[in-house]
Structure formats: C-alpha cells, structure tokens
C-alpha cells in the first residue's frame, strides 16, 4: 500500500494506497527536481550565502577540506551543496552517492552511484545495494572527492573513515546546530568517536528563514563554523564561527582576517607560507570574493557558464582575472 518511485523526468513519489491506512482515501505526492541546478552566483543574488563565504568555500574546496552542509528538511542543503561543487578542481575525479539523484556536478570524471533498493532492502541476499555498501565501494575507486547525498546512519561511520585516510567528504546531513550535529555524529546509529570529529574541517547550517524586510521564507547560510578539535579533559568541542547571519539586516557578518584557523593553520602551511606571510591567503580571499561579486554583477547566473568562467580563472593569476572581469574581457 506504500510505494517509492521514480518518475521518467526523475521526480520522486510516494504513493500511499487504499481507506486501510489512509482514512481520507488514497494519496500521492511528487517531489520535483530542478532541471537546471542553481549556480554559486544565484545564491550570492538571492543572499542566500555572501560572496566572501563563497570565496572562503572555493579554497577551502581546492585544498581538499571536509564539508558538510547541515540544517532541517527543505533548508536547502543540497542545492548548495550543488552549486559549490563549481569550486572543485575540474580536473579531480568526483563520485557521488545519494538514495535519490538529486546533486549536480558539472565534472567530466564524475561517478554518480544511486542505492538500488528491492521489496526487502534491508536484506544484501535480496539485491539491494545500500548507501554503507555503496560509500565503501568508492573508497576503492580513488575519488579525489566523495559527496553523499544525505548521510543518516552506519554511512556516517564510513565518511569519517574516508576522510581519516585522506578522502574529503562533502555531504548533507540533518541537523539544525553544532550541538545537534555533535550529538547525531557520536550517538546511535552512527557512532563516531569524538576523537574523531575534527576529520571534519568546515560545517555549513542552513535555514529557511522569515525574511524581516519582505516576510517571505528564504533560505540562509546561518553560519559557517571550522571544526578545531575535542578536549578530552573538559569533555569539550573547540570550532571557531567564522561567518554568521544577522536576522535584524538579513546580512552576513565575517569575523575577518586573523580568525581562521583552517586558513592559517591548515592551508597556509600546505602552501608554504610562514607566520608573517598569513596576510598573503586573506589577501586572496578577498580577491576571490571580489571576483565572484563582479560575476553577479554582470549577471553570469547560469550554473554551467559560472562553472566555465571558474575553470578560465583557476588557469589564470587571480589578481589578473579580475582586473579582465572589471573590463568585461575575461
């Protein structure tokens, strides 16, 4: 009488059939799905996330940090997820794993696995392939990045797995706090050891909020927070909140420079840079920020042109495609 199916555009629905367990008769539902995802840009437009948290995503992606995009039903987690997939090196070899396709990702080498389930899917003897089975199996493909579409149970266990053993991980998880993620991540089902957490680099909470200046419902970044580590002794999880959302303005506070420890202490070091050369990664931030800003501005909004103009750019010196950009050349 429950029944999950795809539709031929790809919508999913459930139908629920017969007075038995329905007593208002018999109903169905479909969840559609954009044809075109949302690009990087149309979220700075809409406000969704600023142009600086944009910049800070694209080299925390390049450098091959662990993100996860968190916050309740329909916040928005996987359209955003979608459209910062731009900022993933286009020559990296991406697999993604989800129980219903709904990522986008606009890489050549991508290898999108979908769950298969059957009438007992709980059972492997039945045919089923679950999202566990399916995560472990991508470990062996040599991804250069692994999304999840939605991580929920034992998977979660193996995404902190992959990202131990140097795989980074983006994906969407249901949680509306840091609290509440902290308290999924080392509960049941999943069960990571806290000791653990910090494999994790960067959480994204997401919202649908009540916009205060036009009284629509919209979704927002909250905050972005950089995941420092467990203190054993204080029984204790250090992360540092680097952006926030102000709901009074409906704009996004960044603590800027000399406040992110990923940046400073994570990349920088990867890039070779001293103590007294910090400014250098902040500098290019905002260079990175300025250009995703002056893309919105011209109005380069369709997600598969931002993704041909982030691949021109990431060939180039910053600095000279954004001067390109202000004279419209680039």
């Not at 809409?46 to 080299?59: D, E, N, P, Q, R």
């Not at 993604?96 to 899917?121: C, D, F, G, L, Q």
């Not at 902190?160 to 994906?171: E, K, L, R, S, W």
Request: proline content about 5%.
């Amino acid at each position: 009488p429950i029944v999950d199916a795809k539709l031929p555009d790809g919508s999913r629905i459930n139908i629920v059939f017969g007075e038995d367990i329905s007593q208002r008769g018999s109903n169905f539902t479909i969840r559609k799905f954009a044809a075109k995802p949302l690009s990087v840009t149309e979220l700075i437009k809409f406000g969704t996330l600023s142009a600086v948290m944009s910049a800070y995503l694209w080299i925390l992606l390049e450098e091959k940090m662990s993100v996860w995009i968190c916050g309740e039903t329909a916040s928005g987690k996987t359209t955003t997820l979608s459209a910062i997939t731009a900022f993933i090196p286009p020559s990296a070899k991406i697999v993604s794993i989800e129980e219903v396709p709904e990522v986008h990702v606009p890489h050549e080498n991508w290898v999108r696995e979908v769950v298969r389930e059957t009438a007992n899917a709980s059972s492997d003897e039945a045919g089923s392939v679950s999202m566990f089975q399916l995560l472990k199996a991508a470990l062996r493909q040599r991804p250069t990045y692994i999304i999840v579409g939605e991580i929920r149970g034992q998977e979660g266990a193996v995404a902190f797995q992959a990202m131990q053993t140097g795989h980074p991980v983006i994906a969407t998880f249901h949680a509306s706090s840091m609290d509440k993620l902290i308290q999924r991540l080392t509960g049941y089902p999943i069960e990571v050891p806290k000791t653990y957490i910090d494999n994790l680099n960067v959480v994204i909470i997401q919202s649908a909020v009540r916009n205060p200046v036009t009284g629509r419902v919209d979704r927002r970044v909250l905050n972005i927070n950089e995941i420092v580590g467990y203190d054993p002794l204080d029984n204790r999880f250090d992360f540092v909140e680097l952006f926030s959302w102000d709901p009074t303005t409906d704009t996004h506070t960044y603590k800027g420079e000399g406040n992110s420890y990923l940046l400073e202490l994570k990349i920088a070091p990867k890039r070779g840079l001293s103590r007294r050369e910090i400014s250098k990664i902040y500098h290019e931030l905002e260079v990175r920020a300025k250009i995703l800003q002056r893309l919105t501005d011209l109005g380069v909004l369709n997600y598969y042109e931002v993704w041909d103009q982030i691949k021109k750019i990431s060939s180039m010196d910053l600095e000279k495609a954004l001067a390109k950009l202000e004279r419209g050349k680039l």
